[in-house]
Every structure is written in structure tokens, then in C-alpha cells.
């Protein structure tokens, strides 16, 4: 049974958002013959289906103009509370020590969720690097390179590429007084560059004159930037960009079996991540499989690089710990590196600044001041820093707590990691809008018709979601007598309009992500990201600043996995363009 509320769709946002992308080439465009909104809304025609209007379907979809909505389930479970204070979890700076949000540091990447997730949605472009500059999603990905070519010349880097393990995986370029950030970003170079040509011949002018332009990222960071001993060497850096975080809980309900049933269909005409699928035995790969907390193991569905298997362990329930470097009791130890340990007990700055100012027993510099001699400091420096594993956890407990005196708690409580992965489960999908218009199912038309769903599935039916819990959740539910199975937004038996197949797809595009495989994005919602974020900027790093560029850039190589439909994409009629990208946004 479809939802009932559907009326709530006419909020002056989503209105005004309608009108924003009905826009045609015609200066007086009519919608004389399209049915009022509040008789059409909901109502399957003859290219979508009731159900379409839902993206997130009953339980997972919100009729208001927003990312950041609380889904259906999360009222039905009575944990709109709950979700608030997620909801603030991830919206508010994180300090050193002022509660609630306490601990951060003694190095970190951000110090607030919402700096990487303008308006809970994908991160902006970004001209420079700098972790403060506000909507600026990007991660640093610095790596050692393994190179391969295409037929067509196209550089691109293997699975095989690592990252370097000097700085953490999510490089840091802030740290607290007197330490200096793993990476100094004022040595980091980010140049915007235009393509001349297509490896694949595609002209950059489409055959009814209509021009496009593409541009990517250059980025540098020299070695001089890097505070750590060793410094890294052979290495290489790329830009990722977050994605929305709305849905996310819906992709986590999708059963494992239905994704191997996708890997299988696809596995026969493309090449697949053979860390994945193992094409000879048409099966996951063992490395398919990711060991949770507890030792359960789960098919990996999240990240552009398939690098995690329940949203419970997955890039968000990560992040609040390893961007903020606030600990919680399944992540009793700090996100750092020895090298970064190493340098900071070398270094002379450091060491005298401690010496001077850490022997206050109220100061968070008071662990690291040890006797007070130099000496005496840099080995604790050095203990304390490098304290980088749950194996480790004694020494916290005997010295401090990622940079104050031990008091027996955590920094972030269990019941606040409850909290915000109620509120991370528990964020719904936009309704789509403008599916009554002609333009729009034409697109929708066009779009199966030159091959796009092949990657972009359209819906997916979610399993029973038996969601795993982990170590803090099942703390706190213990300790309130409640069942942790039952305790976050569940997505059961859901028909749901992702528009994304579950798997990675190569499209050799110039500086293209680290391993060459990214998953393909979903893109529900999407269209709404002008209107919720100010920014349109699309694919892994924001090369494209629009859907025809998003769209051109899968072309860039005759060996990109999309190059056949971006083929088609590039003769199709503007009129039939327009409409292609008329879908993309009401969707």
C-alpha cells in the first residue's frame, strides 16, 4: 500500500523546484495540459508506475523537499526523538571538551559531519583544499600507484594501487596545539584542468552543434607537507567526494542474494572487480566477504570501493569516529599512524611547547608531560600517539583518553551512537516529482532504450533487513533491556527506485579514481541537489557540473563500460537529450 500523505508533495519547496526544472528552450512554456499536481501526484500512468513516486517506498520515502527527513519506519517505532538528536550529532562542531559533542582530535579530517555533507547531500567543488571551507566533501586518496593503459592510451591505476601508510586512510590536515596536522594543507596544489579531446574520438560538440566542456581535477601534495617520519615516497593523490547520505538505510535492506543474482546477469557482457566476483565459478570472490566486529562476515555494498558491508560498520558509523577522532567504546583507541607519532616526538616545537605548558593537571597536554624532561616527553609522545589499536586500549587507560585524564567513559556514549544511527538509518528519500510531464517520460524512455539501466537499475525489492548490530548498540541496549535487533529503522519487503545496480563499473576517465572500480551511484534525489545544497556537481570528485557532462565523461575511453550508451547518448536528438536529463532530475 502506497503512502497516504501525499498532499504534504505541495510544500513551497518542492513547487518551486518544479517549476525550476520545467523549464523547456521554449521562453513561455505551457503547462496547460498537464493535470493539476494535487489530482496527479501518486497516480501511475503509462511509463511509471504508482510506486515510482516513492522512491524509498512506503516506509522509506518523504513527500517533502528534503534530504534530511525522517522515514516512515522511524515513526512507527516511536524514534523521532531519537533521530533529532542523531540529527544534531551530525549538524554541530565536535571541541576538545565541552560536552555533548567532546573529544576531538588529537588529529582529525573534519570537526563536524555536515562540513562533507552540504545539506546531507554530495559534497561540493571545490577550487582549493582546505578541511574548513564549508561543503568541501573531498577526502585526500594518497596512494602508491600500479599503472595500466587502455587501447586508446588512457593512464589509469589498478586494484593493486595502496594506499600509503604514512597518514591514515582518510588523511588528516588538522591537529590540535602545539601537534601539526599529518598533512600541512597549505602545501596542497588542486588545479582545475580542460579537456582537449576524447581518447575515444568523441568529438566535445554534439552532431546538432551543441558544445560541452569537461574538466578534472589535478591535485599535488608535496612531500614537504608530510609531518610524519618517514615521509611517503612513489605516491600519488586523487580527490573522492562524499555522496548524500539520504537513502542509505534502504541500500542496506537489499538482500545479498538479489546482488548476486545482479552480479551474474552482468558478469556474462562486462568485466567485473574480480575482488568482488570470480568470474570462473560465477560467485563472490572470498575477498567479496567483509568480517564484521564480531566475526559475522557480509557481502561488501558500501563506498565507491566496496570497502564495507553493513551501514552499522559502514562509511558513516566509521566516520563519526575517524573524521572527528572521537573514540566510543567499539572504537577505544585514536585513528592515527607511528610515522605521524614518530615525527611529532622528534619534533623540537612540539616537545618545548609541552614542556612548557602541559604540567597544569587540567590541561589536555598533562599525559603527554610525563617526568618533564624532553626525553621523558617524546617517548610519551610517541606511546601516546601511536595508540592507533584496539589492542592498545590499556595504555589510554592508564594515561588518558584521546587527550584528557581517563574518567571511565567514552566520548561519544553509547547512547549517543545509538542515537545517530537511528538518525543514519533513518533518513528518507525524496518523492520524485514531474512524472506526469511528457518531457519526462520520454526521458525515462530514452534513457532504458540506449542502455543506461544496465548500470543504473531502477528499483530493487529489500529482503527481511536483519541488520547486524554492533558492540555499542548492543551495550546500550542492554543496558536499557531492550532488543537490539529491534531497535533501528527497519526497510522489510520494500519496493525501492534506487537507480543503481550494487556494483563497480570502470569507466576510464583521465586521474580517475584510485583503483580504477567505483560503484554506481544512485540517483534518487539527485535532482533536488541545486535547490537542498546550491551545487549540481556530479561523479566521484565533482568533475561534472552537470548531467550532460556526468553523462560525456562515461565516454572518455572506448574501453569504459558505459561507452556504448554514452555513444548513443551523444547522437541522440537535444530534444531527446533534454528530456534524458528532464528524468534525472525528477527522479
Known amino acids: 500500500m502506497v503512502m497516504k500523505r501525499a498532499i504534504q508533495y505541495l510544500l513551497l519547496g518542492v513547487v518551486s523546484f518544479s517549476m525550476l526544472v520545467s523549464c523547456s528552450d521554449d521562453d513561455n512554456p505551457s503547462n496547460e495540459n498537464l493535470e493539476p499536481a494535487e489530482n496527479a501526484f501518486g497516480k501511475g500512468n503509462d511509463v511509471f508506475s504508482a510506486s515510482e513516486w516513492y522512491p524509498g517506498g512506503e516506509l522509506g520515502t518523504t513527500t517533502n523537499a528534503s534530504y534530511s527527513a525522517p522515514t516512515e519506519a522511524v515513526s512507527r517505532l516511536g524514534l523521532d526523538a531519537n533521530f533529532k538528536k542523531g540529527e544534531d550529532n551530525f549538524e554541530h562542531l565536535y571541541t576538545f571538551t565541552e560536552a555533548p559533542r567532546k573529544g576531538l582530535g588529537p588529529a582529525w579530517v573534519r570537526n563536524s559531519c555536515i562540513y562533507c555533507h552540504p545539506s546531507y547531500g554530495h559534497g561540493k567543488r571545490m577550487t582549493r583544499y582546505r578541511a574548513n571551507d564549508f561543503g568541501n566533501g573531498y577526502l585526500l586518496v594518497v596512494y602508491h600507484p600500479v599503472e595500466g593503459y587502455t587501447s586508446d592510451g588512457v593512464r589509469y591505476t589498478t586494484s593493486a594501487s595502496s594506499y600509503i601508510t604514512e597518514v591514515t586512510g582518510m588523511p588528516q590536515t588538522k591537529a590540535m596545539e602545539p601537534f601539526k596536522a599529518p598533512i600541512d594543507e597549505n602545501q596542497i596544489d588542486l588545479q582545475w584542468l580542460t579537456v582537449k579531446s576524447m581518447p575515444s574520438g568523441l568529438p566535445m560538440q554534439f552532431p546538432d552543434g551543441e558544445s560541452y566542456s569537461l574538466i578534472y581535477p589535478e591535485i599535488t601534495i608535496p612531500q614537504s607537507a608530510f609531518n610524519t617520519n618517514p615521509q611517503p615516497t612513489d605516491y600519488e593523490v586523487r580527490l573522492e567526494s562524499t555522496i548524500g547520505v539520504y537513502g542509505t538505510g534502504l541500500l542496506d535492506a537489499i538482500d545479498p542474494d538479489e546482488m548476486k543474482a545482479q552480479y551474474q546477469k552482468e558478469s556474462a557482457f562486462v568485466d567485473l572487480n574480480p575482488g568482488i566476483w570470480d568470474k570462473s565459478s560465477n560467485d563472490w570472490a572470498p575477498t567479496a566477504y567483509y568480517t564484521l566486529a564480531d566475526g559475522e562476515k557480509r557481502i561488501k555494498k558500501f563506498t565507491y570501493a566496496m570497502t564495507r558491508a553493513s551501514l552499522q560498520d559502514g562509511a558513516g558509523a566509521n566516520a563519526i569516529w575517524n573524521i572527528t577522532n572521537v573514540t566510543r567504546s567499539d572504537r577505544h583507541y585514536l585513528y592515527t599512524t607511528p610515522a605521524w607519532a614518530k615525527a611529532m616526538s622528534e619534533d623540537e616545537d612540539v616537545i618545548s611547547f609541552i614542556q612548557a605548558h602541559g604540567n597544569d593537571k587540567t590541561s589536555l597536554l598533562y599525559p603527554y608531560y610525563a617526568d618533564g624532561t624532553k626525553e621523558g616527553i617524546s617517548e610519551r609522545v610517541n606511546l601516546l600517539l601511536s595508540t592507533n589499536n584496539a589492542s592498545k586500549s590499556e595504555t589510554f587507560e592508564k594515561y588518558l583518553l584521546n587527550g584528557a585524564p581517563y574518567n571511565g567513559e567514552e566520548e561519544m556514549s553509547d547512547r549517543d551512537y545509538y542515537d545517530f544511527m537511528v538518525w543514519h538509518r533513518g533518513l528518507a528519500v525524496p518523492a520524485a516529482r514531474n512524472l506526469n510531464d511528457a518531457e519526462v517520460q520520454r526521458g525515462k524512455t530514452v534513457f532504458s532504450q540506449i542502455g543506461c539501466t544496465n548500470c543504473h537499475r531502477p528499483s530493487w525489492k529489500t529482503g527481511s533487513d536483519n541488520y547486524w548490530v554492533d558492540k555499542s548498540i548492543r551495550a546500550y541496549a542492554a543496558s536499557i533491556g531492550a532488543d537490539a535487533n529491534n531497535m533501528l529503522p527497519k526497510y522489510p519487503n520494500q519496493t525501492i527506485w534506487p537507480y543503481t545496480d550494487m556494483v563497480q563499473h570502470r569507466l576510464y576517465m583521465e586521474n580517475d579514481i584510485r583503483t580504477g572500480w567505483c560503484r554506481t551511484t544512485p540517483l534518487w534525489g539527485r535532482g533536488l541537489s541545486l535547490l537542498l545544497t546550491g551545487a549540481d556537481d556530479r561523479l566521484h570528485d565533482c568533475r ?44
Not at 557 to 576: E, G, H, R, V, W
Open 544 to 587: 561534472a557540473r552537470n548531467e550532460i557532462e556526468a553523462i560525456m565523461w562515461h565516454g572518455y575511453s572506448k574501453q569504459s563500460d558505459a561507452y556504448d550508451s554514452t555513444l548513443k547518448f551523444y547522437n541522440l536528438s537535444k530534444k531527446d537529450r533534454d528530456a534524458v536529463v528532464k528524468f534525472i532530475r525528477s527522479i
